[in-house]
């Protein structure tokens, strides 16, 4: 079972019956006698360029547990794309537990598995204390603890958790933060200088047109772009960031659904050109590892994803990595607007029995951000920019070997063209049900493809999502009317 299929089914009541024939066997897999089983990463990072400078790295920090902990600590994270963090991280928490006299275990898997992991685990009622994924994981709201002692103390100690962030964890309607979100990741444009500058865009494109008009001068030459319309996370963050730069969105401020509009119209039918002009039909069956590896191996002219696929082209393909360059959010008629790559959340389930050691852990994780952004090779953001105060320093003289070393320096101002999911609303639990669903890459996709007019595909789109903002509207989990 898809993980598509896994949310649609565990969202509607069932008898205990279907539920034990649907995910038995996933249960099972969620149980935590021993580690879990080796998956294939869906992003393959590969060596991911220099090493940088061991006298660099932060130097960690410890605080007391304001209670004295004991027992096992049950951990499950994503494989990250860049592999030096998960090599410290695994470290940093058994450190952790062996100070305060915790067991602690921790489990990656791929990304893309995590959210079928986490539904089998809360049928199971047993799995992992504390779980993270890489977006909004609001359509769990029901089967979480509330994370707002957390937040709150993260807020005492280090001062206003970023707005992005706090949108991304927490429904304003219930008043319950549904996750713990530490840090992100920005989504920028990633180009190949020696493609752009030839067709008249030496500083890769700035807007949406720009992209459409060079994108199809390379493409006229052999190199096609990459902007995935497929049932993945990239897919589901770049169409949003051009359905916002056009003025569209799939909810208002107030929570209330407005897809239909001439606006998302017109970022279909510039899709269907980007398409047309600039791409193949790749792109409607990728997986997220697909972008990176087109960039890489220099297949590809422009993608929009995090840095992760720079650092691996370091590694791997140094012509490449010195050939790329990255721009901000494109400009389209409304704004210049991009998702976040990655919204860390982190989820208590109500399952869990290590709940304390939870919550402290991830006070510790927090205190010692910069070392997951220094170990990330600046692919993590904190959501207390006084835990980094080196981050603009090592963006503009990048400790890993940028060349030009102030390659990165555009990150410095990524907050300011950054939204949550769910943008201009927060990202509720209907929102975290569309986003989990792909609405949005399926609506580009049929249009692209010719299946329908761009005009059906958002009425069809709309008509997928009331039904969900409904149903959660109905349970009190989702405002407006």
Not at 35 to 48: D, F, N, R, T
Not at 192 to 219: Q, Y
Not at 279 to 301: I, P, Y
Not at 377 to 400: C, E, G, I, M
Request: with cysteine; net charge neutral; hydrophobic share 40%.
């Amino acid at each position: 079972m898809t993980d598509e299929s896994l949310s649609r089914f565990l969202s509607v009541p069932h008898s205990r019956r279907d539920l034990l024939r649907t995910t038995g066997a996933l249960a099972l897999g969620a149980s935590l006698a021993g580690p879990l089983a080796a998956c294939a990463k869906e992003e393959e990072s590969g060596p991911s360029g220099p090493a940088g400078n061991a006298t660099e790295a932060p130097k960690e920090t410890f605080t007391e547990p304001s209670k004295k902990l004991s027992g096992d600590l049950k951990i499950l994270l994503w494989s990250h794309f860049v592999p030096s963090h998960d090599a410290w991280f695994d470290k940093f928490a058994k450190d952790w537990g062996a100070k305060v006299g915790v067991n602690v275990t921790v489990d990656h898997i791929d990304q893309a598995q995590i959210p079928t992991r986490i539904a089998a685990e809360v049928q199971a009622g047993q799995g992992h204390d504390v779980i993270q994924y890489i977006a909004t994981l609001s359509q769990y709201e029901p089967s979480v603890l509330d994370m707002k002692d957390v937040v709150d103390e993260a807020n005492k100690r280090w001062g206003t958790q970023l707005e992005l962030c706090r949108k991304s964890s927490f429904n304003p309607t219930t008043k319950k933060f549904y996750a713990y979100a530490p840090g992100w990741v920005p989504d920028p444009g990633n180009y190949r200088k020696s493609l752009w500058e030839p067709v008249g865009f030496p500083n890769g494109p700035s807007t949406w047109d720009d992209l459409l008009k060079g994108g199809a001068e390379i493409k006229k030459k052999g190199v096609q772009m990459g902007l995935g319309m497929s049932q993945e996370i990239d897919s589901n963050m770049v169409g949003r960031a051009l359905l916002w730069s056009f003025g569209g969105s799939e909810q208002d401020a107030n929570e209330r659904v407005v897809l239909n509009s001439d606006a998302t119209v017109a970022a279909v039918e510039h899709m269907a050109k980007l398409f047309k002009e600039t791409m193949t039909n790749e792109v409607f069956s990728w997986n997220a590892a697909s972008n990176n590896q087109g960039l890489v191996a220099g297949k590809l002219s422009y993608i929009v994803n995090s840095i992760s696929a720079y650092r691996t082209a370091q590694g791997t393909n140094a012509p490449v990595a010195e050939d790329t360059l990255f721009v901000p959010a494109l400009k389209g008629p409304a704004s210049a607007t991009a998702a976040q790559h990655v919204m860390y959340n982190w989820i208590v389930p109500k399952h869990a029995k290590g709940v304390d050691a939870a919550k402290e852990f991830l006070l510790h994780y927090t205190a010692n951000f910069a070392s997951a952004t220094y170990h990330s090779k600046l692919y993590d953001f904190s959501a207390w920019s006084k835990l980094t105060p080196n981050l603009d320093k090592w963006l503009d003289n990048d400790p890993f070997g940028s060349k030009p070393a102030n390659k990165l320096a555009f990150l410095k101002d990524a907050v300011k063209w950054s939204v949550n999911m769910g943008h201009p609303g927060p990202a509720n639990t209907a929102i975290g049900e569309v986003l989990s669903t792909f609405v949005i890459p399926n609506m580009y996709a049929r249009a692209a493809r010719g299946e329908v007019s761009p005009k059906q595909a958002v009425m069809d789109a709309e008509a997928q999502i009331k039904p969900i903002f409904e149903k959660w509207r109905r349970q009190g989990l989702v405002g407006g009317a």
